[in-house]
C-alpha cells in the first residue's frame, strides 16, 4: 500500500493509502472549510476500517488514526467523505461537501492515548494548510450535529489541540456575557437543535465535567467563544 493522492503525510506520521469505495464529488462547488473529528465507537481499528471501506454500510471518512498512531487515508481530500450526515455549522447545511473527515478509533468510553493524538495533531496542521481551514473551524461530529452525535465525547482532549494551535478551547474573554443560545448560533451550533442538545454538545467539548441546568459559567464562555470566533467572520467570502 501507498501513501494516498493530494496527501502530504504528516512529519513522523505512519500514513496508509486504503481506498474506500465511499466517496463522490463535492457537492456545489463547495471546497473544504470543516474538518470534522469523529470516534468509531468500535473496538479496533481494523474493525473500523472494514466499516468505512464496506459499500453496504455507505460511510467513510478521509482518514482514519488507530491507537497507535497509524494513519490510514481512505478518500482523497478533494472528493467528499460520507461520515457527517445530517446537520450544519453555520451555514453549512452540507458538512459533508464542506469538509474533511477524521475517525479516531476509540469506542467513546476511554481516554485517547498519546500516539493517536500526536498522529492526529500533525494531520490537523497539514490538512488545514492545504485548503486555509481556520483552527475555529476544526469541529466534533456533535458540534454540527448536537441532537444526533456525542462524538468525539467527554474524553477527547481538545484542551491539547488549543495548546498546539489546531482548535479552539476558550475566548478571548473580556466582552459581554450574551443569550446561551444566540451566542451558540453565533459560534455555529445548528439553530434548529434545542436548547438541552446544544448544552450538551457544548459541555462534552468545552466543561465536560459539567452537570445539571444551564449555569453562569457556561454562559460566559460560550459568550467569549462567540464573540472571538464567530462563524460568519470564519466564512466570510468563502
Not at 501513501?3 to 473544504?32: C, D, E, M, Q, Y
Not at 439553530?191 to 467539548?205: E, I, Y
Given at each position: ?50 466499516r ?14 488507530a ?31 464542506a ?13 485517547f ?20 481551514i ?44 450574551i ?6 448560533v ?12 446544544v ?35 470564519a466564512?466570510?467570502?468563502?
Amino acid at each position: 500500500m501507498s501513501v494516498g493522492p493530494h496527501t502530504v503525510p504528516p512529519s513522523g506520521a505512519r500514513l496508509i493509502w486504503h481506498p474506500s469505495p465511499n466517496f463522490g464529488p463535492r457537492k456545489g462547488g463547495l471546497r473544504p472549510t470543516l474538518i470534522v473529528v469523529h470516534y468509531t465507537a468500535m473496538d479496533s481499528a481494523e474493525a473500523a476500517l472494514d466499516r468505512l471501506c464496506d459499500p453496504e454500510f455507505e460511510v467513510s471518512a478521509h482518514y482514519l488514526i488507530a491507537q497507535d498512531g497509524r494513519v490510514v487515508q481512505m478518500v482523497a481530500e478533494d472528493m467528499r467523505a460520507w461520515h457527517a450526515g445530517a446537520g450544519a455549522w453555520g451555514g453549512v447545511t452540507d458538512v459533508n461537501s464542506a469538509s474533511i473527515g477524521i475517525e479516531l478509533c476509540n469506542r467513546g468510553d476511554h481516554a485517547f492515548p498519546d500516539p493517536q493524538i500526536d498522529a492526529l495533531v500533525p494531520l490537523l496542521a497539514a490538512v488545514r494548510s492545504r485548503w486555509g481551514i481556520p483552527k475555529e473551524r476544526v469541529i466534533g461530529h456533535s458540534d454540527m450535529a448536537p441532537a444526533r452525535k456525542q462524538d468525539p465525547g467527554r474524553f477527547f482532549p481538545w484542551p491539547r489541540l488549543a495548546q498546539a494551535g489546531q482548535a479552539v478551547f476558550r475566548g478571548q474573554g473580556g466582552g459581554d456575557v450574551i443569550d446561551f443560545q444566540a451566542a451558540a448560533v453565533r459560534f455555529g451550533y445548528p439553530d434548529t437543535a434545542s436548547h438541552d442538545a446544544v448544552l450538551d454538545a457544548f459541555r462534552q467539548r468545552f466543561r465536560p465535567d459539567a452537570v445539571g441546568p444551564l449555569d453562569p459559567e457556561d454562559a460566559r464562555i460560550l459568550s467569549d467563544l462567540a464573540q472571538t470566533w464567530p462563524v460568519d467572520a470564519a466564512t466570510a467570502g468563502a
